[in-house]
């Protein structure tokens, strides 16, 4: 019913910068928040940030305030994930998510999300 497809991800330096980009496509009247979540080997999927359709709110794991900024174009339908200062740490797949839930206390849990796109690889060398 939603398709989401992730763009922009590949290979920097640590402190380089990344751009992106989630395209959604289907029935998104249905989506009132999108996320960015990302998974690195062997490790749990982990919540990056959210915002919500109509932009008015936002959140940030700890790990990536300050740095990371999450922001969306309506008239697009796609939602991007702006990487600043990029570390090692953020090595990961990056996939980008969509709930029909409103609750933002509830944001960061990715069983909330019922949509998501494949992933988009991001590897940082130090």
């Known amino acids: 019913q939603v398709q989401l497809v992730e763009s922009g991800g590949g290979l920097v330096q640590a402190g380089d910068s990344l751009r992106l980009s989630c395209a959604a496509s289907g029935r998104t009247f249905s989506v009132y928040v999108m996320g960015w979540f990302r998974q690195a080997p062997g490790k749990e999927r982990e919540f990056v940030a959210a915002i919500n359709w109509s932009g008015d709110n936002t959140a940030y794991a700890d790990s990536v305030k300050g740095r990371f900024t999450i922001s969306g174009d309506n008239a697009k339908n796609t939602v991007y994930l702006q990487m600043n200062s990029l570390e090692s740490e953020d090595t990961a797949v990056y996939y980008c998510?969509?709930?029909?839930?409103?609750?933002?206390?509830?944001?960061?849990?990715?069983?909330?999300?019922?949509?998501w796109g494949q992933g988009t690889q991001v590897t940082v060398s130090s």
């Open positions: 998510a969509a709930s029909s839930g409103s609750n933002r206390n509830r944001w960061h849990l990715a069983y909330d999300y019922a949509y």
